[in-house]
């Protein structure tokens, strides 16, 4: 644990991530989508010569470039910040596979921003065969980032033969690298459809009377034959993307087939039953309304389908993303695993276990080794020892809390640090075992916060209430002891604890301690 | 075989409607000539394709109905699917377990069923307040107004019945809460009760009573009204806002309008299917869990409360003192809402036709101030019973 982390309250660093990442999939899925839609339309006006069109499509190409330029590049760029900030491992493992492949895709970016801002600007200014074919440029270099940043997401799932081989193309072409590459194209198209379909409808209520409106429901209806057919043939495309994972979808999807109790995870099988049916939905409400009933086709139809069409992005891509757990980078088939979503590499697990999880964290060697010798010889004295809190009181608002023994209450280092006029050191006993709360703290953040939040999304408090510490410790060994671990129901989406018995007990302690909070502390800890 | 008339226009060259492509194919393939040689459903057709539905800047809110009726639908089949596993009685918490944590596809069905009713109680809160500022109670609607009110009771009969079949916690504190409330109806208040509870407590032989009438008397009472309050509505028409008759009066034409098939008929199925969408979402989003079973040894939880649609009354009965001058406090309240929804069913009395404009004046503020603090008694109601919960 190298990193601070990064605590979203309530909401959790996976919904903040979340949140971002699919509202840059909506604006960046039509980016692509629309930018062939676009020059398609522009080659069917101009070859029938139908200027009503050609004005509705300068309409959609204004409402276009606003939407996808800015938007777009400011929620990419947020997403660079969010998993800096939230995940550093997987991002720094990513970086350093994936720098070329990214700094390829920046390339097509540039292309894309310069092609469209001509694209829009030169309606008038350009022969008709000129401006396609910046159109086509467009396209061809939006489409173009997808196919890099689908090798990166893809490569998160199925790592495939570079586990093994280290090799950059085994990496980036991995196993559902082509059908989830044909997947999103489809996609792609179909969402802009649904975009410009509800910009359609303003453009209609806008340019009433400018434009000949059977010119106009003619449109609507050319939208609709464009997004039915690709919506109605996802959930189709999707069984190539199940087929080639490399393990049993089946076994994750019946997960949440038979029960919603706790350690289900019936979410992705409830996702995935949205996604399919919104899909079918989606594509025959188009037909029904937009296609067979054109003329009533109006803003707040258009509206709603939007609203489903981006229901669907969110409810695809965390689908996607539960697929992977318990890992980052990996995926549940034999041997496919690298990284898990605690942060632990696969197969360091028995070094943490040895020497503790924090023996590497360059902020705290000598606190830790320290500590771990404190417990060691605390541990062979007695079992009944006391802990003794230590809550220093910094100001009337402000407190935090330390564990420290009896005996080094006085001397330790971290003590007299801290100790100055504004400082109040209050003690008092606490628990039973001879562990260090800040460690447990620290074991909680770095190896659990990447999921769970305290008390809000996935809260881990209300989930352990009622719990006494025993079953506290109980619950934590599933997770922390091999032989439970292999047995238990939560290895499907839970990563292995790891970490040395002072590590394990100290995060017992920790949670006891926020759960069942001792009376003593009751007004003193926040 | 009548044909559906082509692209239709108004007399600014506006089109009203077009001719769908489903109705061509049916023609040209003579499928309406067969179907009519065997059924004799050419006045079926020509009834459904000329009957007009107006179009004006409130048309949308002709669907509310529909959709409340396609929720209903929804209750009727995953209903059956709920009946083959649910057992009433002692096991009904045991059996409802089974629904959700063992039988394939219980919980999504079961997920499905909650959230369905509770959406249907909204469709038609929001049909009758969007026939309410419509002014579609007026003559010779009447009837249709006074079916729907009792449709609208009959759901909330259907949602307060169902609640309790789970025989978990919430399910059983909430109901003894609600049957409390008629108790204090004089004289006969308290047989009524007994009656509902099939004894003096609610225990299992209520979830017994309860189910019979969630699936058998309150569904062949509702399809009876709903035959009613439909038919009606084709006798009669589809109402238009006054703004539209009065332009109709002044310009003495008749208001672009649209055939109730196809153009319609598309424009509902379209609704629906986003509606099934978003209830499938909700379904799978927050699926209802099942409490704790129900331990009438215990005393109830802090803050448990009735669901939405009856806070309203169960906060005014709150915020009533015990006694008012000497008379008891929650009579006065059953009392008052008993006479807001007196007032409101008799609205097409206080407010009859468009000649008189203060009468309509009064019943448009009577009916947004019993909208308003409807809703503001309801958010008021949560509010307390989140204060309870956090011990504020």
């Known amino acids: 644990m190298n990193y601070p982390t990064l605590e979203i309250p309530y909401i959790g660093s996976s919904w903040f991530m979340g949140i971002i990442a699919t509202f840059h999939i909506w604006i960046s899925h039509f980016a692509v989508g629309g930018g062939i839609y676009l020059v398609v339309t522009e080659m069917i006006a101009r070859r029938d010569k139908n200027q009503d069109w050609i004005q509705l499509l300068k309409g959609q190409t204004r409402f276009f470039i606003i939407l996808t330029a800015a938007l777009g590049a400011i929620s990419g760029v947020g997403i660079w910040f969010t998993i800096g900030l939230i995940n550093p491992q997987v991002t720094s493992a990513l970086i350093h596979n994936f720098v070329f492949a990214w700094a390829c895709e920046w390339v097509f970016f540039i292309i894309e921003i310069a092609a469209i801002i001509v694209y829009y600007y030169t309606w008038d200014r350009l022969d008709a065969k000129t401006h396609i074919r910046v159109g086509w440029i467009y396209a061809i270099s939006a489409w173009m980032s997808l196919f890099i940043i689908n090798g990166i997401l893809c490569f998160m799932l199925t790592p495939g033969e570079w586990i093994q081989t280290r090799s950059f193309y085994a ?27 509800a910009a359609t409808t303003h453009y209609r209520v806008k340019w009433a009377g400018k434009i000949n409106e059977e010119n106009i429901i003619k449109m609507t209806r050319w939208l609709a034959a464009w997004v039915f057919p690709l919506w109605i043939s996802l959930p189709l495309m999707m069984w190539w993307f199940v087929s080639k994972l490399p393990f049993d979808f089946n076994e994750i999807f019946k997960l949440g087939i038979s029960g919603i109790g706790p350690g289900n995870f019936s979410v992705i099988t409830r996702m995935i039953i949205f996604f399919l049916f919104g899909c079918v939905v989606l594509g025959f409400g188009v037909w029904l309304t ?37 890992y980052t980078i990996g995926n549940s088939g034999q041997g496919n695993g690298f990284l898990y979503v605690s942060g632990v590499r696969v197969g360091e697990e028995k070094e943490f276990n040895d020497k503790g999880y924090l023996y590497k964290s360059i902020w705290a060697p000598e606190i830790y080794q320290s500590r771990n010798a404190q417990f060691n010889k605390a541990k062979d004295k007695s079992s009944n020892s006391n802990n003794t809190l230590a809550i220093a009181v910094l100001d009337k608002s402000k407190t935090f809390d330390l564990s420290i023994e009896q005996n080094n209450l006085e001397t330790s280092s971290i003590v007299k640090g801290i100790t100055d006029k504004s400082t109040e050191i209050k003690q008092v006993n606490y628990g039973k075992k001879y562990s260090d709360l800040s460690i447990g ?12 939040t305290k008390v809000g999304y996935r809260g881990v408090y209300p989930r352990l209430a009622g719990r006494d510490r025993e079953g506290i410790r109980n619950l934590m060994l599933m997770l922390w002891d091999p032989i439970e671990y292999e047995k238990s129901i939560y290895k499907r989406f839970m990563p292995p604890m790891v970490g040395n018995e002072m590590d394990f007990e100290s995060l017992v302690d920790w949670l006891d301690y926020n759960v069942n909070k001792p009376a003593e502390t009751q007004n003193l800890v926040k | 075989m009548e044909k559906l008339k082509p692209n239709c226009t108004d007399e600014n060259g506006k089109i009203i409607w077009t001719q769908c492509p489903i109705a061509s194919f ?25 009957k007009p539905v107006p179009i004006h800047k409130y048309s949308g809110w002709y669907s509310m109905g529909g959709l409340a009726l ?91 019945s169902g609640y309790l079949l789970p025989w978990d916690e919430l399910a059983f504190y909430a109901t003894k809460i609600v049957l409390q409330v008629p108790e204090k109806i004089p004289v006969i208040g308290l047989a009524i009760s007994n ?44 109402s238009k806002p006054p703004h539209v008759i009065e332009e109709e009066e002044r310009t003495k034409k008749s208001c672009a309008w649209m055939p109730f098939f196809p153009n319609f008929t598309l424009i509902e199925l379209g609704i629906w299917l ?18 704790l079973q129900a331990d009438i040894t215990k005393p109830a939880p802090i803050g448990i409360h009735p669901e939405w649609f009856f806070m309203m009354p169960y906060q005014i009965l709150k915020m009533i003192p015990a006694k008012v001058f000497g008379m008891d406090g929650e009579l006065i309240g059953v009392g008052i809402y008993s006479l807001i929804l007196l007032i409101w069913g008799l609205l097409p009395f206080i407010d009859p036709t468009p000649k008189y404009k203060k009468a309509s004046r009064i019943a448009f503020w009577i009916g947004t101030v019993i909208i308003f603090i409807s809703v503001l008694i309801t958010i008021g109601a949560y509010i307390a019973v989140y204060k309870i919960k956090a011990g504020v």
């Not at chain 1, 990496?171 to 379909?197: D, E, H, Q, S």
């Not at chain 2, 499928?31 to 459903?41: C, H, Y």
């Not at chain 2, 959700?100 to 038609?124: C, D, F, K």
Request: hydrophobic share 55%; charged share 10%; with cysteine.
């Open chain 1, 171 to 197: 990496a980036f072409f991995n196993p559902t690298y082509w059908p989830l590459l044909t997947f999103r194209t489809l996609f792609m198209l179909a969402m802009a459809g649904v975009w410009f379909l």
């Open chain 1, 290 to 326: 937009a296609y067979l009933n054109a003329h009533h086709f109006v803003r707040w139809h258009g509206i709603v389908f939007l609203a489903l069409c981006l229901a669907l992005v969110g409810a695809g891509e965390m689908s996607r993303e539960l697929l992977r757990k318990p």
């Open chain 1, 441 to 452: 703290k620290s074991v909680f953040y770095g190896q659990c916060m990447n999921c769970h």
């Open chain 2, 26 to 50: 049916f023609e040209r393939w003579h499928i309406m000539s067969w179907l009519d040689e065997r059924l004799a459903i050419s006045g079926l057709w020509k009834y459904v394709s000329t």
């Open chain 2, 70 to 160: 396609f929720f209903f639908l929804i209750q009727c089949v995953t209903g059956a699917l709920l009946m083959m596993y649910y057992r009433p009685g002692p096991e009904a918490y045991s059996s409802v377990m089974q629904i959700t944590n063992e039988i394939a596809y219980g919980h999504l069905i079961r997920s499905i069923h909650h959230w369905s009713a509770n959406l249907m109680i909204v469709s038609v809160l929001l049909h009758m307040v969007s026939v309410f500022y419509l002014k579609s109670y007026r003559k010779p609607r009447e009837f249709i107004w006074f079916t729907g009110i009792l449709l609208m009771i009959i759901s909330l009969a259907f949602g307060f």
């Open chain 2, 195 to 238: 009656l509902i509870r099939g004894g003096t407590e609610v225990n299992e032989y209520t979830v017994q009573r309860f189910f019979t009438l969630h699936v058998f008397i309150l569904p062949g009472i509702l399809a009876v009204l709903l035959g009613i309050h439909l038919g009606l509505i084709q006798y009669l028409g589809i």
């Open chain 2, 274 to 291: 986003i509606s099934f969408a978003f209830l499938v979402f909700l379904a799978a989003w927050v699926p209802k869990e099942l409490g």
